[in-house]
């Protein structure tokens, strides 16, 4: 069993920036990717950001330039560090990480851009 912990999320202006982290818990195996999904009001659950065992990274292109990921194997944490925030980026932020075992899921975070 895996548990993963969020923090992080907020309220921030358009043009602010916030930064997101999640740390896993529990039996952990072989971690072949960590990822950042997001889901708004009314639309699908989407990929925001990935990162592989071996350090790539891909991201939608709706935040390419402004969303950075990063991560560190040896605390079982990802980051998503999120800069020039839009109202569109509004949404529920979920960490997921792929495992040797499977997959796991975060419960989700807030994230709020608004004037």
Do not use: H
Request: net charge positive.
């Amino acid at each position: 069993q895996v548990q993963l912990v969020e923090s992080g999320g907020g309220l921030v202006q358009p043009g602010g920036s916030l930064r997101l982290s999640c740390t896993a818990s529990g039996s952990i195996s072989t971690i072949y990717a960590m990822n950042w999904y997001r889901q708004a009001p009314g639309k699908r659950r989407e990929l925001v950001a990935t990162i592989n065992n071996g350090g790539s990274t891909n991201y939608a292109d709706s935040v390419k330039g402004r969303f950075t990921i990063a991560r560190d194997n040896a605390k079982n944490t990802v980051y998503l560090q999120m800069n020039s925030l839009k109202v569109d980026d509004t949404g529920v932020y979920y960490c997921n990480y792929l495992l040797r075992v499977g997959s796991s899921w975060g419960q989700g975070t807030q994230v709020t851009v608004s004037s």
